[in-house]
């Protein structure tokens, strides 16, 4: 089982930007998809992006779409969430998580590998 370990977060002022990364463990991770999710206080944990084992595909929720880019360094066994021109709604744990599936998915139900999260706090 791969063990994912989230940095980077932060207090960031709003339009500022922050680069959360995820270290993995295991040698397989070069096979795996990989997403990154938020929990804001008081809500259902959500997708934020997510990428397909090669680095070739990547998905964005809507929210973040334009802001945020989601990359992978295989040789490193990292993925990297660059968050650009944040705000305050972006306030959150951030969560990385994994799976090993072909297909990419967005839902926190297909993923059954998360790390322990990262706090995000964008002041306005």
């Known amino acids: 089982q791969v063990q994912l370990v989230e940095s980077g977060g932060g207090l960031v002022q709003a339009g500022g930007s922050l680069r959360l990364s995820c270290a993995a463990s295991?040698?397989?991770?070069?096979?795996?998809?990989m997403g990154w999710f938020r929990q804001a206080p008081g809500k259902e944990r959500e997708f934020v992006a997510a990428?397909?084992?090669?680095?070739?595909?990547?998905y964005y929720a809507d929210s973040v779409k334009g802001r945020f880019t989601i990359s992978r360094d295989n040789a490193k066994n990292t993925v990297y969430l660059q968050m650009n021109s944040l705000k305050p709604e972006d306030t959150a744990v951030y969560y990385c998580?994994?799976?090993?599936?072909?297909?990419?998915?967005?839902?926190?139900?297909?993923?059954?590998?998360w790390g322990q999260g990262t706090q995000v706090t964008v002041s306005s």
């Open positions: 295991g040698r397989t991770f070069s096979s795996y998809v």
């Open positions: 990428i397909n084992w090669s680095g070739s595909s990547t």
């Open positions: 998580a994994s799976n090993n599936f072909i297909l990419v998915h967005t839902t926190k139900a297909a993923y059954d590998n």
